[in-house]
């Protein structure tokens, strides 16, 4: 079967996403778009990106397209689709999500109206007028922006960020998917020392762990499409051998995560071990102003934000406190903030920098990878650049 299918991804990740379906699932008609990227492919395709893609929300069939300016047009453009080649007599289908700039704009109305659209062709071609809703989800979802609708069924179930190793954890997550994002920005595959002083939950040391290992994000998880009768569940079968035999659980590598906190030490030991990379991934205690940062390697740190944990003046001075603990680190540096001063703060420019979202909230990810001689001039307290001035408050 020819789908159409589409990834959402954070804002900022839609390159990464793109590469990954390119290089990773050798597929050619990809398109990456604001906040999502679009691709072809069949059940074998829909089966391996739910299970490979590190970076990915999750991954959605669209079954059509088609414009809507009244709620005749959304009904008769939804009626018109083919959701009996997906949803099965006694299928339950909900209705969800969102509208922006287009005459209809009141979400809980367009639920209603997609709802009975798609009752009426499934009752039409199954020979009923009542859906009980007893079998497998298949949750429908709906997007209409600048009068355009676009209609999908979600294959994923839960966000592919929930890889299925972290039932809990800190106050402050970093979401999984930028996480392995940091770490594919950075180019790291093992080759190199990976240091993570602020650790947290053990993140961004265990999707590195990840993916050096080669190890498949969705392995630990299953997938509602896994259960779609529309679809061979050999396919699936299939998807999780080629994955488990492109790992390499046995593969050591130099990774350390430590937090000052030893509650999320313990946490960030539990939560590797769920993902299976316990063999070769350390975490330690220890305060990350006071590491020792002049061996090789690769410094990858989520400091807290003033937003997350903290407040903006203690964020500051903890920034300020690891620019001068690195400042003469031979270390190559990715460090995600969404403080607009966090170079100021941190004392030297960033080589690179990468505009990215932690959920809802706007950040940098500051890359700094050449000799530390030429970076330890000072930044300019007057920088031109947008990003230096705090925005002003309202």
Sequence with gaps: MELTLCCPTLFGLEGIVADELRFGGRLTDVHAENGRVLFTGDENTLAWANLNLRCAERVLIRIGTFKAKTFDQLFEGVKALPWEQFIPADGAFPVKGHSLDSALHSIPDCQKIIKKAVVSRLGAKYGQTWFDEIGEKYQIQFAIMHDVAELYLDTSGAGLHKRGYRANSNAAPLRETLAAAMVKLARWRGRDPFLDPFCGSGTIAIEAAMIAQRRAPGLLRRFDAEKWSCFDKSVWQQARESALDLAQPDAKFDIVGSDIDPDCVQLSIENARKAGVANTVFFERADAVKRDYSGAGVLFANPPYGERLLDLQQAEKLYADLGRATKNSPMKQYLLSSD???????????????????????????????????QNKPVNKHSDRPSAKRPAKH
């Design 340 to 374: 607009p001063l966090f170079e100021r703060c941190y004392g030297r420019k960033a080589d690179k920098r990468r505009k990215l979202y932690n959920g809802m909230i706007k950040c940098e990810l500051h890359m700094y990878f050449k000799d530390p001689s030429a």
